[in-house]
């Protein structure tokens, strides 16, 4: 079965101060930034590792948002300059999992997928999901077997043909040669 439903996701990351009066750059890690950046939301400032909320910064109520780039710039309530911009630089920003969007139908959370059973579609075990990589051309499931081989296999819908979170089952059709790696 999926791993539990953390208290928290990671939402953006804070690069960098713009400009003197105390915005930001974000980079958005999520799939709606709409509702993540927009004025009157409480994000919390992540700690070193940035699962969890660090105690000492208080939550970030937004203020302003504005598109810049492939990103925002977001100026948060207290922060009234660049100076104070910068304690935050290179930290990630944290939303509370209730408050997050629902998800579309066939959606899933990664942390969901962690523990889950991986079998190709003629039933043929393949192992669990020990680890997810988000990175290009494809997010990769990290399969470990019985005997703690492991397999990137591609999240891709060509090679993933059904997710079962109540079962805890990942369906693939591998391309030949796939699991032989």
Known sequence: MGSEAP???????LNKP??????????????HPESAFAPGVALRVGDASG?????F???????TVRPYRRGYLVKFVGTADRNGAERLRDRYLLRPFE?????????????????MIVETS???????????YEIRPADMLEVEDEEGRSRLIP???QV?????????????DPPEGLLDL
């Open 7 to 13: 208290s928290f996701l990671v939402v953006g990351h």
């Open 18 to 31: 713009h400009g003197t009066k105390g915005e930001l750059f974000v980079w958005p890690l999520t799939d």
């Open 51 to 55: 699962d969890a909320p660090d105690p």
């Open 57 to 63: 910064f208080p939550p970030l109520e937004v203020e």
């Open 99 to 115: 408050e997050l969007e629902g998800l579309a139908e066939g959606e899933v959370f990664y942390h969901q997928l962690l523990g």
């Open 122 to 132: 003629d039933g043929t075990s393949v192992g669990r999901v020990v680890e997810v």
């Open 155 to 157: 999240f891709t819908k």
């Open 160 to 172: 993933v043909r059904a997710v079962d979170v109540d079962s805890g089952r990942v369906v693939i």
